[in-house]
C-alpha cells in the first residue's frame, strides 16, 4: 500500500486525552484494535525499520501525511488530533520528506508526565503519558501528584488538601495573568527551593510535617516541588501584585520614589504567615528576584504617571523584563531568570542581575 493510498478507520476508537503525547496515543490505539505499534506505525508512513517508542521517554513526531492517515485509521479529524495531540504542532517534518514518522527522544528536563491513574480509568491498560508542562501535576479531581517515570510516579494528596487547594489558585491565577503566571509561578518556585536548601522559612514546620506524610526525608529531591508548592503559589500571587505596579512605573507602596523592597518583602512574609522567618534571612531570596525585576522607569517618568492605575487583575500582563520569552513547558528552573538549581549548594551559584 502506498503511502498517499487512503486507508480504512480502525474497528475500535479510543478516548482522546487532552496534552496527550503522540507516542502515548498511538501505543493506546494500536493496543486496543490488537496491533503492535510498530504495525499501526507502518501502517500511516512510518518506515519498515521503525521500532517501538517509549511513551515514557520518547515522542512520535508525525509530518502531515502521516497526520492525515493518522486521521483516517483513527475515525478522527486532523483539527481533533491536533487540539488533543498539542506537540503535533511542534513537528517539522514536511509534506514532501519521504520519512512521515519520526521518533526521537524528549530531552531529560521534559519527560513526560504519567496522567492521574484514577482519570485514566477505563482508557485501556496503558498509562497515559502527557506532554509536559512540568515535571509534574496536579489533579484536582482525584486529588493526586503525578510525576514523570524518574520520580514518584503517583502520589495520594489526601492529607494533603492544602496543595490540591493551592493548585486551584494557581490555576486561576494562570487565567488572570496570562503566559507571564508561568514566568512568576517559575521565580516562585525557585525562591521556595532557596528556602528549603538553606532550611529557612517553614522547613521546621509545615515542610517537615509534609516530608513526614510523604514518608520522605531532605534526600529525596523529587519530593522538594510538592512539599514548597502552596507556600510557592502565595509568593507568586505576590510576585503578581508587585508585577501589575511595575508595569506602569509605580512602587509597591503607591509613591513615586521606587520601590519599597523591605516593605515587599515583609508583606509577602505576612502573607506566608511567616514574618519573624522572612526578617531572619528569608528575604534574601526576595531580594535576588527584585533585583532582576526591578523598575526601570525613570523618576520622571514615575511622577507623571503616579495618578496611573495599575493593570486590573482581570487583564493578562504583558512579558516584563527578565522574561522576554516563557517556554510552554520544561521545568521551572529553566523558565525562572534565579539561577540556582535544586540539590546545589545555593552560595556556589555565580549570578549577575540582569540590566
Known amino acids: 500500500m502506498g503511502i498517499?493510498?487512503?486507508?480504512?478507520?480502525l474497528p475500535r476508537r479510543v478516548v482522546m486525552v487532552r496534552g496527550e503525547t503522540v507516542a502515548s496515543y498511538l501505543s493506546r490505539l494500536a493496543e486496543c484494535n490488537g496491533m503492535r505499534f510498530e504495525e499501526l506505525a507502518r501502517h500511516i508512513g512510518a518506515p519498515r525499520t521503525v521500532k517501538r517508542a517509549d511513551p515514557r521517554c520518547e515522542e512520535v513526531r508525525l509530518g502531515p501525511v502521516a497526520r492525515q492517515r493518522l486521521a483516517q485509521v483513527s475515525g478522527r479529524s486532523v483539527e481533533q488530533l491536533v487540539q488533543a495531540l498539542v506537540s503535533?504542532?511542534?513537528?517539522?517534518i514536511s509534506a514532501r520528506a519521504r520519512r512521515q514518522?519520526?521518533?526521537e527522544s524528549w530531552p531529560q528536563g521534559r519527560l513526560p508526565v504519567q496522567a492521574c491513574a484514577l482519570c485514566a480509568v477505563g482508557l485501556g491498560e496503558r498509562p497515559v503519558w502527557r506532554v509536559p508542562g512540568e515535571q509534574w501535576a496536579v489533579c484536582v479531581r482525584h486529588g493526586r501528584w503525578t510525576a514523570t517515570a524518574?520520580?514518584?510516579?503517583?502520589?495520594?494528596?489526601?492529607?494533603?488538601?492544602?496543595?490540591?487547594?493551592?493548585?486551584?489558585?494557581?490555576?486561576?491565577?494562570?487565567?488572570?495573568?496570562?503566559?507571564?503566571?508561568?514566568?512568576?509561578?517559575a521565580d516562585a518556585q525557585q525562591v521556595a527551593v532557596y528556602w528549603w536548601q538553606c532550611r529557612q522559612m517553614a522547613w521546621r514546620g509545615v515542610w517537615r510535617r509534609r516530608q513526614e506524610v510523604l514518608g520522605?526525608?531532605?534526600?529525596?529531591?523529587?519530593?522538594?516541588?510538592?512539599?514548597?508548592?502552596?507556600?510557592?503559589?502565595?509568593?507568586?500571587?505576590?510576585?503578581?501584585?508587585?508585577?501589575?505596579?511595575?508595569?506602569?512605573?509605580?512602587s509597591f507602596a503607591g509613591g513615586p520614589a521606587g520601590w519599597s523592597t523591605g516593605r515587599w518583602t515583609a508583606w509577602v512574609g505576612e502573607r506566608l504567615g511567616m514574618g519573624r522567618e522572612m526578617a531572619d534571612g528569608g528575604h534574601r531570596a526576595l531580594e535576588?528576584?527584585?533585583?532582576?525585576?526591578?523598575?526601570?522607569?525613570?523618576?520622571v517618568t514615575r511622577l507623571a504617571r503616579q495618578e496611573e492605575r495599575a493593570v486590573p487583575r482581570s487583564v493578562p500582563l504583558p512579558l516584563l523584563e527578565?522574561?522576554?520569552?516563557v517556554p510552554d513547558y520544561g521545568g521551572w528552573e529553566e523558565v525562572s531568570c534565579l539561577?540556582?538549581?535544586?540539590?546545589?549548594?545555593?552560595?556556589?551559584?555565580?549570578?549577575?542581575?540582569g540590566g
Do not use: F, K
Request: hydrophobic content about 45%; proline content about 10%; overall charge positive.
Open 4 to 9: 498517499q493510498e487512503p486507508v480504512a478507520p
Open 101 to 103: 514518522v519520526e521518533i
Open 150 to 185: 524518574q520520580g514518584e510516579v503517583q502520589v495520594g494528596l489526601e492529607r494533603l488538601p492544602e496543595a490540591v487547594d493551592a493548585h486551584v489558585r494557581r490555576v486561576r491565577l494562570e487565567r488572570r495573568m496570562g503566559p507571564y503566571a508561568r514566568a512568576l509561578m
Open 88 to 92: 503535533l504542532v511542534d513537528c517539522r
Open 288 to 299: 535576588a528576584w527584585l533585583m532582576a525585576h526591578r523598575n526601570t522607569v525613570p523618576v
Open 216 to 250: 520522605v526525608d531532605r534526600s529525596a529531591l523529587w519530593a522538594v516541588p510538592l512539599v514548597v508548592y502552596p507556600e510557592a503559589v502565595v509568593v507568586a500571587e505576590a510576585m503578581a501584585v508587585r508585577e501589575r505596579q511595575r508595569a506602569v512605573g509605580r
Open 322 to 325: 527578565p522574561h522576554r520569552v
Open 339 to 353: 539561577p540556582w538549581r535544586l540539590g546545589a549548594p545555593m552560595t556556589s551559584t555565580p549570578w549577575q542581575p
